[in-house]
């Protein structure tokens, strides 16, 4: 399924465009991926995409965020 973020492979693909985005911006932006617990109402575990962005901008510190 193409259109779920929430899959490791969909998490991948949403990380990648995001990079890539701000890339062709010249802003350089820390994403990570991180595995989820088991979600029964999801009946998988889940995979969070977090980055540094403040309201969906880089921010200009790229220090590590976790």
């Not at 029964?40 to 790229?62: E, F, I």
Request: charged letters at 25%; glycine letters at 8%; aromatic letters at 8%.
């Amino acid at each position: 399924m193409t259109g779920d973020y929430c899959t490791r492979e969909g998490a991948e693909r949403i990380k990648k465009q995001i990079e890539d985005y701000w890339a062709d911006r010249g802003r350089p932006v820390s994403i990570n991926l991180v595995q989820g617990a088991f979600l029964a109402s999801m009946r998988s575990a889940r995979t969070d995409v977090r980055s540094n962005m403040v309201n969906g901008v880089p921010m200009t510190n790229t220090e590590n965020f976790a």
